[in-house]
């Protein structure tokens, strides 16, 4: 269209001037600048037409290219709009001719319009920018007639049909194809108004009319039943837990809103019924003739520790026949674990402490110290699932009293013989070795006697192995220690013996009581230091 009135404009002007066109002629002038109008208001025309015919093609391209861009690029696309903005002023100022005008004396007036022009065209191509980082253009998606929402492209539907299908088989349970009815059609969108691949596969989900958004109810991560509204499945778990806050499921039980069947959808009563409902009922066995625990256990896959924990109080290895055994507890779908908190006291056991002490003999002990216990409170977690024996978890405690230790002396005093001699009595001496006058004759002494009261202690003068203890014609109660280095000690006249022939004893242990039997006068100790078979005066080894 531009060709042809630009040929009208040029066989007009060759009409009027002939073969040239002189240019001081006014009419030339004239002819030129109406040719030149022509021809602009025919570029412009053109221009809008090609831009009209394309803007819809090119658009949609344009936005996604430009929207996915780096930071930098956008800005160099910006100048490239400036640029280009300045270039179509100019091809406008040629197309309206001013190029053929001659004179310069408008100049000024003509730069500033183009100013005006390229800021005019900046603010536009800012507007565009702007517009383009919140818009895009998308694809509005029409599921059985009805539009679901926008996405960026088509291939996020695509992907999701075979996500969704694999959604829909878990939640119903049996294979499933999702196959809908789906067209597409382009817009303008904002960006926050597309769906990502979550958001189309929650839609096409719901398109399905046996599945929902529901409140559901899972076991370990089993949906197990579902509601409407929450607050169904909130009073049925009220009902088999009560208002007691100690309670709890032993199971992970969740309420949560998620897609679900609708089949799984429960009357609170209905749902009370399925979770108290028992998985297993308990088993009881009957003991045969001669039939022991082993064999039972092994029968019904236990351990003897199991069948023991399942029947405590059972002596396990006196069985009889007809006696009645537990092989399996009742085992409900939930189990209700109740949890208390407790508080009690108990005694604090004291510790015992040994001490040696080298004046008791070898394996012989004395209480120092008597031990007291204290008391402590105690706080602890009861712990019990399906009324069962609880099991308690000390949490803390706090000691009321503190224990008293006990402390015990131990002996660490030895029993071998020294190669010395201590007197065997702490009463003084009223006889001596030798010859003597007693019962009105005289005759000899092979002794010592020291006198005392009857119940004193009498002492082993030296360490060595009981030899003798017992009755001894004149002597009486009578004691011999052989010290093993060929000196024995004689003990006698005791009203008591204290020790037993074979017994090790240490110097200065008690082995007798002071007495008066045999030929006595009066209660003492007759002591003799014998040397190899031959009495020797004890006075002569005596300290």
Same mark, same amino acid.
Request: aromatic share 8%; glycine share 8%.
């Given at each position: 269209?531009?060709?042809?009135?630009?040929?009208?404009?040029?066989?007009?002007?060759?009409?009027?001037?002939?073969? @040239?066109?002189?240019?001081?002629?006014?009419?030339?002038?004239?002819?030129?600048?109406? %040719?030149?109008?022509?021809?602009?208001?025919?570029?412009?025309?053109?221009?809008?037409?090609?831009? &009209?015919?394309?803007?819809?093609?090119?658009?949609?391209?344009?936005?996604?290219?430009?929207?996915?861009?780096?930071?930098?690029?956008?800005?160099?696309?910006?100048?490239?709009?400036?640029?280009?903005?300045?270039?179509?002023?100019?091809?406008?100022?040629?197309?309206?001719?001013?190029?053929?005008?001659?004179?310069?004396?408008?100049?000024?007036?003509?730069?500033?319009?183009?100013?005006?022009?390229?800021?005019?065209?900046?603010?536009?191509?800012?507007?565009?920018?702007?517009?383009?980082?919140?818009?895009?253009?998308?694809?509005?998606?029409?599921? #059985?007639?009805?539009?679901?929402?926008?996405?960026?492209? $088509?291939?996020?539907?695509?992907?999701?049909?075979?996500?969704?299908? !694999?959604?829909?088989?878990?939640?119903?349970?049996?294979?499933?194809?999702?196959?809908?009815?789906?067209? @597409?059609?382009?817009?303008?969108?904002?960006?926050?108004?597309?769906? #990502?691949?979550?958001?189309?596969?929650?839609?096409?989900?719901?398109?399905?009319?046996?599945?929902?958004?529901?409140?559901?109810?899972?076991?370990?991560?089993?949906?197990?039943?579902? %509601?409407?509204?929450?607050?169904?499945?909130?009073?049925?778990?009220?009902?088999?837990?009560?208002?007691?806050?100690?309670?709890?499921?032993?199971? #992970?039980?969740?309420?949560?809103?998620?897609?679900?069947?609708?089949?799984?959808?429960?009357?609170?009563?209905?749902?009370?019924?399925?979770?108290?409902?028992?998985?297993?009922?308990?088993?009881?066995?009957?003991?045969?003739?001669?039939?022991?625990?082993?064999?039972?256990?092994?029968?019904?896959?236990?351990?003897?520790?199991?069948?023991?924990?399942?029947?405590?109080?059972?002596?396990?290895?006196?069985?009889?026949?007809?006696?009645?055994?537990?092989?399996?507890?009742?085992?409900?779908?939930?189990?209700?674990?109740?949890?208390?908190?407790?508080? @009690?006291?108990?005694?604090? &056991?004291?510790?015992?402490?040994?001490?040696?002490?080298?004046?008791?003999?070898?394996?012989?002990?004395?209480?120092?110290?008597?031990?007291?216990?204290?008391?402590?409170?105690?706080?602890?977690?009861?712990?019990?699932?399906?009324?069962?024996?609880?099991?308690? !978890?000390?949490?803390?405690?706090?000691?009321?009293?503190?224990?008293?230790?006990?402390?015990?002396?131990?002996?660490?005093?030895?029993?071998?013989?020294?190669?010395?001699?201590?007197?065997?009595?702490?009463?003084? $001496?009223?006889?001596?070795?030798?010859?003597?006058?007693?019962?009105?004759?005289?005759?000899?002494?092979?002794?010592?006697?020291?006198?005392?009261?009857?119940?004193?202690?009498?002492?082993?003068? #030296?360490?060595?192995?009981?030899?003798?203890?017992?009755?001894?014609?004149? @002597?009486?109660?009578?004691?011999?220690?052989?010290?093993?280095?060929?000196?024995?000690?004689?003990?006698?006249?005791?009203?008591?013996?204290?020790?037993?022939?074979?017994?090790?004893?240490?110097?200065?242990?008690?082995?007798?009581?002071?007495?008066?039997?045999?030929?006595?006068?009066?209660?003492?100790?007759?002591?003799?230091?014998?040397?190899?078979?031959?009495?020797?005066?004890?006075?002569?080894?005596?300290?």
């Amino acid at each position: 269209m531009a060709e042809t009135v630009l040929g009208h404009a040029s066989s007009r002007t060759r009409a009027l001037t002939g073969s @040239y066109m002189p240019e001081k002629d006014a009419s030339c002038r004239a002819a030129s600048r109406e %040719a030149a109008k022509r021809y602009g208001v025919a570029f412009r025309r053109a221009s809008r037409v090609v831009a &009209l015919q394309t803007a819809r093609q090119r658009i949609a391209a344009f936005f996604a290219v430009f929207e996915k861009a780096a930071l930098p690029f956008r800005f160099l696309a910006t100048a490239f709009l400036y640029a280009a903005a300045g270039v179509a002023e100019g091809a406008r100022a040629v197309g309206r001719g001013k190029s053929f005008v001659l004179e310069r004396t408008k100049t000024s007036k003509k730069v500033n319009h183009t100013r005006l022009n390229m800021a005019l065209t900046f603010i536009a191509a800012g507007v565009l920018i702007f517009a383009a980082s919140i818009y895009r253009v998308g694809l509005e998606v029409i599921l #059985d007639g009805e539009s679901i929402g926008y996405v960026s492209s $088509q291939s996020i539907v695509n992907n999701s049909l075979s996500v969704v299908s !694999e959604r829909a088989e878990a939640i119903l349970g049996h294979p499933y194809v999702v196959s809908p009815d789906i067209r @597409y059609r382009f817009s303008i969108v904002s960006k926050n108004n597309l769906f #990502d691949s979550k958001g189309v596969e929650d839609s096409l989900l719901n398109s399905i009319s046996d599945i929902d958004r529901l409140a559901v109810l899972t076991v370990d991560g089993v949906a197990v039943a579902a %509601a409407r509204h929450p607050s169904e499945l909130y009073a049925a778990r009220e009902m088999i837990l009560g208002s007691d806050a100690t309670k709890r499921f032993l199971q #992970d039980v969740r309420i949560e809103s998620q897609m679900a069947s609708v089949t799984l959808i429960r009357t609170p009563e209905e749902l009370t019924r399925d979770l108290t409902r028992l998985m297993r009922d308990e088993i009881r066995v009957t003991v045969l003739e001669n039939q022991t625990a082993f064999e039972i256990a092994a029968e019904h896959g236990l351990s003897l520790q199991a069948l023991g924990e399942l029947n405590p109080g059972t002596d396990l290895e006196a069985l009889s026949a007809g006696q009645s055994l537990l092989v399996q507890k009742a085992k409900p779908y939930l189990s209700v674990v109740l949890t208390k908190q407790l508080s @009690y006291q108990q005694p604090v &056991l004291y510790e015992t402490e040994y001490t040696d002490d080298p004046t008791l003999w070898v394996g012989t002990t004395m209480l120092i110290t008597e031990g007291v216990n204290g008391e402590e409170l105690v706080m602890a977690t009861s712990t019990s699932v399906d009324g069962y024996e609880p099991t308690v !978890e000390v949490n803390g405690s706090i000691i009321l009293t503190e224990p008293v230790t006990e402390v015990i002396a131990v002996g660490s005093r030895t029993r071998d013989t020294t190669g010395t001699f201590i007197r065997p009595s702490k009463g003084r $001496q009223t006889s001596g070795f030798g010859r003597r006058k007693i019962w009105g004759s005289y005759s000899n002494h092979f002794g010592l006697d020291f006198e005392g009261r009857i119940g004193d202690p009498v002492y082993a003068s #030296d360490g060595g192995v009981v030899k003798y203890a017992s009755w001894k014609d004149a @002597y009486g109660n009578c004691v011999i220690i052989d010290h093993g280095n060929g000196y024995q000690t004689v003990y006698g006249h005791n009203s008591k013996i204290l020790v037993e022939v074979g017994q090790r004893v240490g110097q200065g242990e008690e082995i007798a009581k002071v007495g008066n039997t045999g030929r006595s006068t009066g209660p003492h100790v007759h002591f003799e230091i014998v040397l190899n078979g031959v009495q020797k005066n004890p006075a002569n080894y005596l300290d």
